[in-house]
């Protein structure tokens, strides 16, 4: 032991350069190889993920959709909706003609200002949701809750 204690470290040969190389390059190669595939693991990961949400966004716009288009949850009285669904139905759709009666008078004085050949496209998804066959109600309801005016679709039906 005494003679490994007295060797001094710049008495010993230095590592040949070439395997110095060759150490460093398989450090770095295998290292460049983990990285990537871990990098391409996470990216796999990120864009199911992605998926997955899509396809909940898509679920729940039309689960949106289809509870407002229903007229008990709108009331504030379930147990009086309950209870006068036969009469609720007949004053709405009195309310309905009333409503279509007077639209007219609407458009006409709303139309020099907007135009039926000017749409704006931040309303085509709605267009678009009426022509699959989502109600009305329901359509302009989501209007609404996004901030735009509801009459603006009018105009165009």
């Given at each position: 032991?005494?003679?490994?204690?007295?060797?001094?470290?710049?008495?010993?040969?230095?590592?040949?350069?070439?395997?110095?190389v060759?150490?460093?390059?398989?450090?770095?190669v295998?290292?460049?190889t983990?990285l990537?595939?871990?990098?391409?693991?996470?990216?796999?990961?990120?864009?199911?993920?992605?998926?997955?949400?899509?396809?909940?966004?898509?679920?729940?716009?039309?689960?949106?959709a289809?509870?407002?288009?229903?007229?008990?949850?709108?009331?504030?009285?379930?147990?009086?909706?309950?209870?006068?669904?036969?009469?609720d139905?007949i004053?709405?759709?009195?309310?309905?003609?009333?409503?279509?009666?007077?639209?007219?008078?609407?458009?006409?004085e709303?139309q020099?200002?907007?135009?039926a050949?000017?749409?704006?496209?931040?309303?085509?998804?709605?267009?678009?949701?009426?022509?699959?066959?989502?109600?009305?109600?329901?359509?302009?309801?989501?209007?609404?809750?996004?901030?735009?005016d509801?009459?603006?679709?009018?105009?165009?039906?």
């Open positions: 032991m005494d003679s490994l204690d007295t060797v001094q470290k710049h008495e010993l040969p230095p590592t040949n350069q070439k395997r110095m060759a150490f460093i390059n398989h450090f770095i295998s290292t460049v983990f990537n595939k871990f990098a391409s693991d996470c990216e796999t990961r990120f864009v199911n993920y992605e998926q997955k949400i899509q396809n909940l966004e898509a679920s729940l716009m039309i689960v949106e289809k509870l407002a288009s229903i007229d008990v949850l709108k009331q504030p009285d379930n147990t009086a909706a309950i209870e006068g669904k036969r009469s139905i004053p709405s759709t009195e309310v309905t003609t009333e409503v279509v009666e007077t639209k007219p008078v609407e458009d006409k709303s020099p200002n907007v135009t050949t000017e749409r704006d496209p931040k309303y085509d998804p709605y267009f678009k949701m009426l022509h699959v066959g989502v109600p009305l109600g329901a359509v302009k309801n989501k209007i609404a809750s996004e901030g735009l509801p009459g603006y679709i009018d105009q165009f039906l």
